[in-house]
């Protein structure tokens, strides 16, 4: 391979750890916020155009564990372009310790590397190296918050982060030393074709179900959803909004390919799937129902999705894999929406409780409209991205006869239009107290404004013309099951 097309291969990569290294020494300085903040923004919308233009590169770099293909790349645009907005929803920071401002935006940066390495990686060693990076990115962000009275720690929820993380991945790396025991490789290619005569032996069944607890960690599924509201709660609300969104899309990447080996199908790994799948729609909807502070409730509502997302994977299929990441990609740019409205109408960083949405309308028509898409997407409602998504997820399980569950997926959407449709009451048909903070206008600057704009519009846009976006990424899946065979 010569360096040019080397360079066109990698170039997502090497302009994110290029932007990396800028910013490390923009955080040497003092009073680096603002140079930081300006070097993260043009980072990503260069990382965003470098995906863009390294959209149809194909290549396999470091001895084949790096491959570049259109799965990958398409998902590298995927992370560039959430990064890029939640660097523009993340405005001045005020919520984060000020002395380590600029930091916070190079770990933000050093998280989206790990998310984008894991999309190419095909080998099991940069897969778990690739998730760490990231990981580890995370954690460090969640106690940057600034300390206040009567607020439950940040520190708490890091902890709580890191502990159910270094458990998760434990029994995960557990699970993927069975695998390596059985077939002798760490290549994902050739771990797929000589597993597939053994598919039916405890081991091998053993091996992929405690594989999985790395991708429903990540996903917060039914039981590995613990942290999930306490860091929400406990994390600033861009970070929490970081880590509600792109890390989701990394987990079902990890997922894709780790599913791939148990093809064509598994009837014991299809029943622990379907069982997760239930108790997280169940647990995450009904918990839902009564919360107050609007992260909780989408902390809760995200265990819920990480279910509807499991119904792609319990078909075992390509169809049902590109159904859980065209969905699973629509939830980035749904929950993005809600913590843009959120990181805005918070008055100091403290959390929006439902009730400070009160007459938002009148505050911003922009956050409003952007909240209304955001929460109607999420209830699954025509034309948005979520109904396109619950129904694909819904068609790829119903094809494979899994009628119960998706009875109960349907009852479980049904119940999350209340607590959704709660928000917008609250928006739009409740005024906020006269004379109060809570009905002065919102000033938004040019970042905040192309975040929402762009969100509202990939929200419309998924939901309107699906097929386009379905087809590309149904594509982009059959690298990944066809590496498998």
């Known amino acids: 391979m010569s360096t040019s097309e080397f360079v066109m291969a990698f170039l997502p990569e090497l302009v994110l750890l290029g932007g990396a290294l800028v910013l490390f020494v923009i955080a040497l300085g003092a009073n680096a916020c603002g140079r930081a903040r300006a070097a993260a923004v043009i980072v990503g919308v260069l990382a965003t155009g470098a995906s863009v233009v390294a959209l149809r590169s194909e290549a396999l770099l470091f001895d084949g564990a790096y491959r570049v293909d259109g799965f990958s790349q398409w998902l590298k645009l995927v992370f560039t372009g959430g990064a890029t907005c939640v660097v523009l929803m993340a405005?001045?920071?005020?919520?984060?310790?000020?002395?380590?401002?600029?930091?916070?935006?190079?770990?933000?940066?050093?998280?989206?590397?790990?998310?984008?390495?894991?999309?190419?990686?095909?080998?099991?060693?940069?897969?778990?190296v690739s998730l760490e990076l990231s990981s580890f990115a995370?954690?460090?962000?969640?106690?940057?918050?600034?300390?206040?009275?009567?607020?439950?720690?940040?520190?708490?929820?890091?902890?709580?982060?890191?502990?159910?993380?270094?458990a998760a991945n434990g029994v995960m790396l557990f699970g993927l030393s069975f695998l390596y025991g059985l077939t002798g490789t760490t290549q994902l290619a050739?771990?797929?074709?000589?597993?597939?005569?053994?598919?039916?032996?405890?081991?091998?069944?053993?091996?992929?179900?405690?594989?999985?607890?790395?991708?429903?960690?990540?996903?917060?599924?039914?039981?590995?959803?613990?942290?999930?509201?306490?860091?929400?709660?406990?994390?600033?609300?861009?970070?929490?909004g970081l880590i509600a969104s792109l890390p989701k899309v990394g987990a079902i990447v990890v997922f894709v390919r780790l599913a791939s080996l148990a093809m064509p199908g598994s009837e014991t790994v299809v029943l622990v799937l379907s069982v997760l799948a239930g108790a997280s729609m169940l647990y995450g909807n009904l918990l839902a129902l009564g919360q107050s502070d609007f992260k909780r409730l989408l902390g809760f509502s995200g265990i819920a999705h990480g279910g509807y997302a499991l119904l792609g994977f319990v078909a075992l299929d390509e169809a049902g894999f590109a159904a859980a990441l065209y969905y699973t990609t629509g939830y980035v740019a749904m929950v993005l929406a809600c913590f843009v409205v959120i990181s805005r109408v918070s008055r100091d960083g403290v959390n929006v409780?439902?009730?400070?949405?009160?007459?938002?309308?009148?505050?911003?028509?922009?956050?409003?409209?952007?909240?209304?898409?955001?929460?109607?997407?999420?209830?699954?409602?025509?034309?948005?991205?979520?109904?396109m998504g619950k129904l694909s997820l819904l068609t790829a399980a119903l094809a494979k006869g899994h009628l119960v569950l998706v009875v109960v997926a349907v009852l479980n959407a049904a119940v999350a239009i209340y607590y959704y449709l709660r928000v917008v009451k609250e928006a739009f048909f409740t005024n906020a107290p006269e004379g109060g903070a809570e009905a002065e206008p919102i000033r938004l600057d040019v970042g905040a404004r192309v975040a929402c704009v762009v969100l509202i519009v990939a929200i419309v846009?998924?939901?309107?013309?699906?097929?386009?976006?379905?087809?590309?990424?149904?594509?982009?899946?059959?690298?990944?099951?066809?590496?498998?065979?």
């Open 461 to 485: 846009a998924m939901g309107v013309v699906p097929s386009a976006i379905i087809d590309t990424i149904a594509d982009s899946v059959r690298w990944v099951t066809l590496a498998a065979r």
């Open 353 to 387: 409780a439902i009730a400070d949405l009160a007459g938002l309308h009148r505050r911003s028509r922009l956050l409003a409209a952007t909240l209304l898409v955001g929460v109607f997407a999420l209830a699954g409602l025509p034309p948005f991205v979520g109904f």
């Open 138 to 166: 995370l954690i460090l962000m969640v106690p940057m918050r600034r300390e206040r009275e009567g607020q439950r720690s940040q520190m708490e929820s890091a902890i709580k982060y890191i502990m159910f993380g270094v």
């Open 190 to 240: 050739v771990m797929g074709e000589r597993i597939q005569p053994m598919l039916g032996s405890p081991l091998a069944i053993t091996g992929l179900l405690l594989a999985f607890a790395g991708v429903y960690y990540k996903l917060a599924v039914f039981p590995f959803h613990f942290w999930t509201p306490d860091v929400y709660q406990g994390a600033s609300n861009e970070t929490a």
């Open 91 to 128: 405005g001045r920071v005020e919520d984060i310790r000020k002395d380590i401002r600029a930091e916070y935006f190079l770990f933000l940066l050093l998280a989206v590397v790990g998310l984008v390495l894991v999309a190419s990686a095909v080998e099991l060693v940069a897969l778990v």
